[in-house]
């Protein structure tokens, strides 16, 4: 099983540099391509967040 820890950070840091390959792109298709990335990525940690939050509501965060 994958570690959620390094899930989230990997794509943290591919969000990161989304964001600054947007700031560098030089064509309006490029900012676009680059601004879908960006949805994808954030949707996908919203995905784990809201994970990490229902847990938590449930209290499964300390039990083994």
């Given at each position: 099983?994958?570690?959620?820890?390094k899930?989230?950070?990997?794509?943290?840091?591919?969000?990161?540099?989304?964001?600054?390959?947007?700031?560098?792109?030089?064509t309006?298709?490029e900012?676009?391509?680059?601004?879908?990335?960006?949805?994808?990525?954030?949707?996908?940690?919203?995905?784990?967040?809201?994970?990490?939050?229902?847990?938590?509501?449930?209290?499964?965060?300390?039990?083994?």
């Amino acid at each position: 099983m994958m570690n959620p820890e390094k899930i989230i950070e990997g794509l943290s840091n591919e969000l990161s540099s989304a964001m600054k390959a947007i700031s560098k792109a030089k064509t309006v298709e490029e900012k676009v391509a680059y601004s879908q990335i960006v949805k994808n990525i954030s949707e996908s940690l919203g995905v784990f967040f809201n994970l990490a939050t229902d847990m938590i509501a449930q209290g499964f965060d300390d039990e083994p």
